[in-house]
Nanobody, 116 residues
Framework: QVQLVESGGGLVQAGGSLRLSCAASGSIFSINAMGWYRQAPGKQRELVAIITSGGSTNYADSVKGRFTISRDNAKNTVSLQMNSLKPEDTAVYYC??????????WGQGTQVTVSS
């Protein structure tokens, strides 16, 4: 089993910044992709950003230029720096990790609320 612990959510005013972090631990074999997804009330969960073990990244169009994903392979952590936050960024943010042997794991989610 792989455990994911997220931190860094909270309440911020529009235009502000937050940094989310996710640490993976447990029976890790080899983590390939690490990413962040979000789910707003009444909406489907959507991809925010993803980063491979080689450092390649992909972002949702809605966050390009404002969010930056990064990872520390040695520590099995992934972070999401969120700048210029908008009310429409309000959602529960989930960390997702793909281990090449263990499978896909999700974090418990952390609430991000952006007030206007």
């Amino acid at each position: 089993q792989v455990q994911l612990v997220e931190s860094g959510g909270g309440l911020v005013q529009a235009g502000g910044s937050l940094r989310l972090s996710c640490a993976a631990s447990g029976s890790i074999f080899s983590i390939n992709a690490m990413g962040w997804y979000r789910q707003a009330p009444g909406k489907q969960r959507e991809l925010v950003a993803i980063i491979t073990s080689g450092g390649s990244t992909n972002y949702a169009d809605s966050v390009k230029g404002r969010f930056t994903i990064s990872r520390d392979n040695a520590k099995n952590t992934v972070s999401l720096q969120m700048n210029s936050l908008k009310p429409e960024d309000t959602a529960v943010y989930y960390c997702r990790v793909v281990d090449v042997m263990r499978g896909v794991y999700w974090g418990q989610g952390t609430q991000v609320t952006v007030s206007s």
